[in-house]
T-cell receptor, first 111, second 110 residues
Framework: QKEVEQNSGPLSVPEGAIASLNCTYS??????FFWYRQYSGKSPELIMF????GDKEDGRFTAQLNKASQYVSLLIRDSQPSDSATYLC???????????FGTGTLLAVQP | DADVTQTPRNRITKTGKRIMLECSQT?????MYWYRQDPGLGLRLIYY???????NKGEISDGYSVSRQAQAKFSLSLESAIPNQTALYFC?????????FGDGTRLSIL
């Protein structure tokens, strides 16, 4: 089992819809959870982080964390073509206290 | 100007050559990292450093070495490059919470 798992996609959504990106992790002791966005050929950039169970909202983005289910998600409301990118989930804390990345989900927002 | 600068941006070289990738930062962060990114494998940690005297292996350090010349400089070396080291390499810094990445070095080994 991979430490951090994401569906590779592509996830295709129409412009204006809600995009839902999911991530599961294996280390129950994990404490910090991050979402990075990476445009093709570019470096990853942090868009959200969450530490506590529940929801955290920032503009059109909402991160959701459920530690009991070892599940973290990212919702993008009113999706725009400019949101088309690969979204990387990253998790830290736990046994190794190292930041572990998932392989990313490719999101395609169709105009 | 970029906060995290990597050089070179692209490099093509031959098997067996020694390669050095350089990273410098103006963010004032103590923590610096080297990652490689391969299609389908995501970002994998090669080495990391929490200060000038602290060097740590990541999950895929074999075939690589690093040098932390100063707080702002962290270089990655491939002593004898092999084709399966062809990848996109990222340097990153951290304030302890979030990573800031350089623009990456695309390395091809023939």
């Amino acid at each position: 089992q991979k430490e951090v798992e994401q569906n590779s996609g592509p996830l295709s959504v129409p412009e204006g819809a809600i995009a839902s990106l999911n991530c599961t992790y294996s280390d129950r002791g994990s404490q910090s959870f991050f979402w990075y966005r990476q445009y093709s050929g570019k470096s990853p950039e942090l868009i959200m982080f969450i530490y506590s169970n529940g929801d955290k909202e920032d503009g059109r983005f909402t991160a959701q964390l459920n530690k009991a289910s070892q599940y973290v998600s990212l919702l993008i409301r009113d999706s725009q073509p400019s949101d088309s990118a690969t979204y990387l989930c990253a998790v830290t804390g736990g046994a190794t206290n190292k930041l572990i990345f998932g392989t990313g989900t490719l999101l395609a927002v169709q105009p | 100007d970029a906060d995290v600068t990597q050089t070179p941006r692209n490099r093509i070289t031959k098997t067996g050559k020694r390669i050095m990738l350089e990273c410098s930062q103006t963010k004032g962060h103590d923590r610096m990292y080297w990652y490689r990114q391969d299609p389908g494998l995501g970002l994998r940690l090669i080495y990391y450093s929490f200060d000038v005297k602290d060097i740590n292996k990541g999950e895929i350090s074999d075939g690589y070495s690093v040098s932390r010349q100063a707080q702002a400089k962290f270089s990655l070396s491939l002593e004898s490059a092999i084709p399966n080291q062809t990848a996109l390499y990222f340097c990153a810094t951290s304030d302890g919470t979030r990573l800031s990445f350089g623009d990456g070095t695309r390395l091809s080994i023939l």
